[in-house]
């Protein structure tokens, strides 16, 4: 075979070879998607059941607020010792959030106690559920009390924005409720003004059967 037939030989050869290797890609790719869009199911399931559906033999204590309407806002806040720290740092996890100046007069000390005691009554699911004390002042945190409710994570935050986004029962205050936010970042719950933490209860654990996320 002459050296101008072996050239034509390699030709095909290496046409076939491009597109084969196109091919493995493309296959490749489909494989990808289909992992992700496998691992996202439940996730995507949950949340069009939740939001989406919203059946009505669903009974709740605490009032449900459609997330589009109150995406979280940038709240310029902070840890207390000045670090930087977000809500949005606690995606995946359930946030029971309370709000509350640093002096913390007898009604903010009840949610913390709340809080710390709903999630200790969910048992083996409790690390699902984080607790979070927004502080719309610069006053200093009492340090007895920080010990005390060690685990609650306290953030300084801009009053004004946060005034802005949480909604609130008419004659109330945002100061008068615990919210909660879902995994994937979403206010979806308030919770109304001197609870009953059994009723929170049983809110707070059939979303946690149901939800596939978190």
């Known amino acids: 075979m002459t ?3 072996a ?3 390699a030709e095909p050869s290496a046409a076939a070879n491009a597109a084969a290797d196109a091919r493995r890609r493309r296959n490749g790719r489909w494989k990808m998607l289909a992992v992700v869009a496998v691992c996202a199911a439940p996730m ?3 949340y069009f059941t939740y939001y989406v559906i919203k059946p009505e033999s669903r009974n709740n204590y605490g009032a449900l607020i459609d997330p589009r309407q109150y995406p979280i806002p940038d709240l310029g806040s902070s840890a207390l010792d000045g670090s930087k720290a977000a809500l949005e740092d606690y995606k995946g996890k359930w946030i029971m959030l309370q709000v509350d100046g640093a002096d913390c ?3 903010c000390r009840e949610k913390l ?4 005691q709903l999630r200790l009554m969910q048992g083996k699911e409790m690390e699902r559920v984080e607790r979070v004390w927004l502080v719309t002042d610069k006053a200093p945190v009492e340090t007895m009390l920080m010990r005390e ?4 994570d306290m953030l300084r935050v801009d009053a004004a924005k946060l005034k802005a986004w949480l909604p609130v029962e008419p004659g109330t205050s945002v100061q008068d409720h615990i919210y909660l936010i879902d995994p ?3 206010l979806m719950m ?4 001197s609870p009953d933490p059994g009723k929170m209860k049983k809110d707070i654990s059939k979303l946690l059967r149901a939800s596939a996320i978190g």
């Open 105 to 107: 007069a007898a009604p």
């Open 184 to 186: 994937l970042g979403n």
């Open 190 to 193: 308030r919770f109304p003004k």
């Open 7 to 9: 050239g034509k030989t």
């Open 3 to 5: 050296n101008l037939d």
């Open 113 to 116: 106690f709340t809080m710390r």
């Open 44 to 46: 995507i399931a949950s």
């Open 149 to 152: 409710y060690d685990g609650t």
